[in-house]
């Protein structure tokens, strides 16, 4: 069935510090029985809600959003999966559930707490290991002391907090409010619980490459009363691969993420193939220009850092939205906080 959510008011923005708009930046303020199900292609609807503006509150029309949670795919041949077990999408389905290729063959199973859609989950003997970069956040202590002091020391960077980066969010992904959202790189889930908290969208996917984090981010969940559980999944992926099928997401957030992954124009590529036709792609990270490019050889040594540690580290925003055009993502926006920015950019219709 279909589900529209029509929302209310967007809402306005105070971040600390000054926010300075750069060039084409703008600041805008128990065991169930056994069912089998198809993932299909994705529905989609649309629903306008007209809201009187007001200076101090302005408001927006809902554009077309997609509706359907049907949007896992295989990995491998990104061909639709057959589900086996709770059918329920919730985060209590990867117990006992497992999915598969009607076309690779291939079996993902639920690992508990999180679904393991990696290519090469289920192997025995092969093993992989990621960039240093990726491996550290893999380990135990990290997703432990994450929401527990170190995201907190963002700020030193320009970070505004969780809340008001989820407030200045919401005017990038307002045209898709009611669709579904990817959390990607999402850590122990701060941004994924916050938007389920929300009720703006139809379907949240925490998405990681650390079972820990993922482990961390369940845990999180147990722990809060009332946690809207329904359309709340996790699932374990590589951002050079993602598990979905093409042009079937309406939004994908990657809160502090695209300077920690191996190959950013991968990551982007993946993004904009599962983004549908008008799909928004909203990011965080560290900035590095302004004063930055004063340092002799600035290029240079970033370039020799990200083979050291086997992420790109730092871009700068005319790097980000060279990317963002390059892997055909369009009308880059972004704002800027001293060392942080949150950018957008779009799908085209």
């Known amino acids: 069935m279909a589900t529209i959510v029509s929302s209310s008011s967007f809402f306005s ?78 985060i209590e389905s990867a117990a006992g559930s497992s999915l598969q290729c009607n076309t690779c063959k291939k079996t993902y199973s639920g690992m508990g707490t ?14 992989e290991l990621m960039s240093p970069a990726t491996e550290f956040f893999r380990m135990p202590f990290m997703s432990f002391i994450y ?32 669709g579904n959202i990817i959390d990607a790189s999402c850590g122990s889930g701060l941004f994924s619980r916050i938007f389920a908290k929300s009720g ?3 379907l949240v996917v925490a998405l990681d490459y650390s ?21 709340f999944l996790l699932v374990r992926a ?13 939004a ?8 920690c992954w191996p190959s950013p124009s991968t990551g982007v590529a993946e993004i904009s193939r599962v983004l549908r036709p008008g799909g928004v792609f909203v990011g965080t990270t560290y900035i590095f220009d302004g004063p930055f490019n004063l340092i002799p050889f600035s290029r240079l040594l970033r370039q020799n850092m990200m083979q050291i540690s086997g992420s790109y580290t730092f871009l700068s925003e005319r ?21 942080f920015v949150m950018f957008s950019a779009t799908k085209p219709s």
């Not at 927006?60 to 059918?87: H, M, Q, R």
């Not at 790097?319 to 880059?332: K, T, Y």
């Open 13 to 90: 923005v105070s971040l600390p510090g000054r926010l300075g708009n750069s060039r084409r930046c703008s600041v805008k303020p128990n065991p169930s029985p056994i069912f089998i199900r198809k993932f299909v292609a994705k529905i989609r609807a649309s629903s306008t809600a007209f809201v009187e503006t007001k200076p101090s509150e302005p408001s927006f029309v809902e554009n077309e959003a997609s509706t359907s949670k049907n949007v896992l795919a295989c990995p491998i041949c990104y061909k639709p999966l057959t589900w086996f077990g709770d059918s329920s999408l919730s």
């Open 114 to 127: 999180h679904f393991d859609m990696t290519a090469a989950s289920g192997s025995k003997d092969y093993g």
């Open 147 to 178: 929401e527990r002091g170190w995201r907190q020391n963002f700020v030193w960077g320009g970070f505004p907090g969780p809340e008001k980066e989820f407030e200045l969010m919401k005017g990038y992904v307002k045209p898709v409010l009611g």
């Open 200 to 202: 703006l969208f139809s």
């Open 211 to 231: 079972e820990n984090m993922l482990k961390q981010c369940y845990e999180f969940v147990q722990q809060e009363a009332n946690f809207p559980k329904e359309n």
């Open 238 to 250: 590589d951002i050079s691969r993602l598990p979905f099928a093409s042009s079937s997401i309406d």
């Open 252 to 259: 994908v957030h990657a809160g502090a993420a695209i300077h």
């Open 319 to 339: 790097e980000i939205e060279d990317l963002c055009r390059a892997c055909g993502l369009v009308d880059f926006k972004c704002t800027r906080n001293r060392g």
